[in-house]
């Protein structure tokens, strides 16, 4: 009997979720996580293997709008809860998915899809490119201090039940979306992913606690986070363990960031998923001893690759011919002609003769501008065809700001 890839249907929810659990180890969530996660997956969007009655593989797309260079808001599959079942492995299960939800994703009309990798070497077979980086820390904040800047101390914090003040942290966060390429303008409904506070998921830690800095009234800041206590015979040494923090200007971002370095009976802060730029890190006195470590963050996938690079701009001039290389999804491959600036673009089907030649895995790394074309083809991953055009193209693909996504799905 072979397997069969189908729609999924909402009586079939549990038992295609339970798959999946039991794919990531079969630690089974909390009722509130449960009903999150049902009330947020897209039926229609979903896929599920099946094996006569049985659910062997499962794969989601979220209807997500991503921020790309320039600020435009693009839509996105935000591909989710992709898993196998271990009695199916290496049976074309994951292809069958990945074909099936790439088509629907180019008939929906949405020119990108992105993930986050479980395992990093998974996705390139199908065109995924990681596009964005970042960094996961441990500072110990008994010998690193800040040097804050000016305004700082005007800004208010105050502890808030993090429900509480939900609406208002969403205010500051939608206000953040359009600045930073790679992240997600939430929907209704994705707020409750981050208030969810399973005791299960603590680690030893405190419930969840938030604290908001307000300035004339207004919330331009809050940080979530947690405290693990920990003592030894010397005295406390206890962990701050941020969840996520967001800040409207310079001022509130060092409020918080002071507020968290120095919180009692506390000598070591850490956070997983931190943007590789994010301003603190220029305002530490000693940054050996915050802990980096960079690890790959939101894969890329072009779906349509006229409509994708049409649809962010360039901080440099761009005039430049790519041979795309897409195996996968051919109606990609091919010559497109690409023109742009900081005002807009276009690319078109053209051809003339090629400038660089890459794979639509390289075109998804470099489209959000943190990962660089010219280091791409320093790795012999981009082939320049005309001298002097990678540098050119590598520049006009760059971003202002390093791209970040704050958060998985």
């Not at 088509?103 to 929906?108: P, Q, T």
């Not at 500072?139 to 914090?157: F, I, Y």
């Not at 206890?238 to 923090?245: F, I, Q, Y």
């Not at 761009?318 to 795309?324: E, L, P, R, S, Y």
Request: aromatic share 8%; charged share 25%.
């Amino acid at each position: 009997m072979g397997t069969d890839v189908r729609v999924l249907q909402r009586d079939d929810w549990d038992q295609w979720y339970d798959k999946l659990i039991r794919a990531f180890g079969g630690v089974p969530e909390s009722s509130e996580e449960r009903e999150v996660w049902r009330s947020l997956t897209e039926t229609d969007r979903s896929l599920g293997v099946w094996d006569g009655d049985v659910c062997v593989g499962t794969a989601g797309a979220f209807s997500f709008r991503l921020t790309v260079p320039g600020g435009a808001s693009v839509p996105a599959a935000g591909v989710t809860m992709v898993s196998v079942a271990a009695t199916h492995r290496r049976r074309g299960v994951l292809r069958s998915m990945m074909r099936r939800q790439l088509d629907d994703v180019r008939e929906w009309g949405e020119p990108l899809a992105v993930l986050t990798a479980s395992e990093p070497e998974i996705y390139g077979r199908f065109g995924y490119g990681a596009a964005t980086h970042c960094v996961n820390i441990e500072v110990d904040t008994t010998r690193v201090r800040l040097s804050v800047p000016p305004g700082t101390d005007d800004v208010r914090l105050r502890y808030a039940a993090p429900a509480d003040v939900l609406d208002a942290c969403e205010a500051v966060y939608a206000r953040k979306v359009p600045g930073r390429p790679g992240m997600v303008a939430r929907q209704p409904g994705w707020e409750r992913v981050g208030v969810l506070d399973p005791e299960s998921g603590r680690g030893g830690a405190s419930p969840l606690q938030c604290v908001v800095a307000e300035r004339g009234g207004e919330v331009v800041g809050y940080a979530r986070f947690r405290i693990r206590p920990e003592w030894e015979t010397a005295g406390p040494k206890s962990v701050v363990v941020l969840r996520d923090t967001e800040a409207l200007d310079a001022a509130a971002h060092a409020a918080l960031w002071r507020f968290l370095f120095g919180i009692d009976l506390t000598s070591t802060l850490t956070a997983l998923g931190r943007p590789s730029d994010e301003p603190w890190l220029s305002m530490v006195s000693d940054i050996r001893r915050c802990g980096l470590r960079v690890r790959d963050s939101l894969y890329v996938r072009l779906v349509d690759v006229g409509a994708a690079l049409e649809a962010r701009t360039y901080q440099a001039p761009v005039d430049v011919v790519f041979d795309v290389e897409d195996a996968f999804c051919p109606w990609n491959a091919g010559r497109w002609r690409l023109t742009g600036d900081a005002k807009g673009a276009s690319c078109a089907r053209t051809t003339d003769a090629a400038d660089l030649a890459l794979s639509v895995r390289e075109l998804g790394a470099a489209y959000l501008g943190g990962v660089s074309l010219a280091s791409l083809g320093a790795a012999g991953r981009v082939r320049e065809l005309r001298q002097g055009v990678l540098a050119e193209a590598a520049v006009g693909f760059g971003s202002v700001v390093a791209p970040w996504l704050p958060h998985g799905f």
